[in-house]
């Protein structure tokens, strides 16, 4: 089975202060992994994904993610941090494609100016 | 091309009724996955359909609840004689074929309120 644990519900930055919110996963398969982001009463927007090529993954907005298979994680990064970041973060796990996603139960991330 | 469309974007519901829920998958998409999201929670799997077929359907409660893709028209959640605890955030999210079908995009969820 899988599992997906992030750390941390909540995490505060400064504006333009570096963000990371990390991510350990398990899984008994070289998994493929997703960050989303949520922004209040809307649906998730992918923001990057791995899937076995390159493990420094780029995203969208300035993110980006580094798939560490030894330490079993993948966690988010954004060198500085911008207002409009402020949202939930949701990292997830599948197996393969066409396979259902496993999520943690996000972090929540503040910026304050 | 409009994303994954979901209605109704809120619901209420009294105890004991049904609720309806709809999700039109990107064009060109052909797998449909529904997701719930209870409060301070991650989003947890339910069902995983093709058209006209269920695939997996781990996740959905024995009781009350049922999924299909037919055909021809939106994929339906359909939840039986509903209890409060079924208030809850429904996503749908849609995965097309080829290259990019490990990536699963999402709608704006339906927000399910049960008095």
């Known amino acids: 089975a899988q599992s997906v644990t992030q750390l941390g519900s909540h995490v505060s930055v400064s504006e333009g202060a570096l963000v990371l919110l990390r991510c350990n996963y398990s899984s008994s398969v070289p998994p493929y992994l997703f960050w989303y982001v949520q922004y209040p009463n809307q649906g998730l927007q992918l923001l990057l994904k791995y899937t076995s090529a390159a493990t420094l993954v780029k995203g969208i907005n300035g993110f980006e993610a580094e798939f560490k298979k030894s330490e079993t994680s993948f966690h988010l990064t954004k060198p500085s941090a911008h207002m409009s970041d402020a949202a939930e973060y949701f990292c997830?796990?599948?197996?393969?494609?066409?396979?259902?996603?496993?999520f943690g139960k996000g972090t929540m991330l503040l910026v304050s100016p | 091309n409009a994303g994954v469309m979901q209605n109704p974007r809120h619901l209420v519901r009294r105890r004991g009724q049904e609720a309806r829920l709809r999700c039109s998958p990107m064009?060109?998409?052909?797998?449909v996955y529904w997701y719930r999201q209870l409060p301070e929670e991650g989003l947890k799997f339910m069902v995983y359909l093709q058209k006209e077929n269920i695939i997996d359907e781990s996740g959905m409660p024995k009781e009350r609840f049922s999924a299909e893709f037919p055909k021809e028209g939106p994929s339906i959640l359909r939840i039986q004689q509903v209890v409060r605890g079924d208030s809850a955030a429904y996503f749908c999210?849609?995965?097309?074929?080829?290259?990019?079908?490990?990536?699963?995009?999402f709608g704006a969820g339906t927000r399910l309120s049960v008095l």
């Open positions: 064009k060109g998409h052909s797998h």
């Open positions: 999210a849609s995965s097309p074929e080829g290259a990019a079908k490990n990536i699963q995009y």
């Open positions: 997830a796990v599948s197996d393969t494609g066409y396979s259902t996603l496993t």
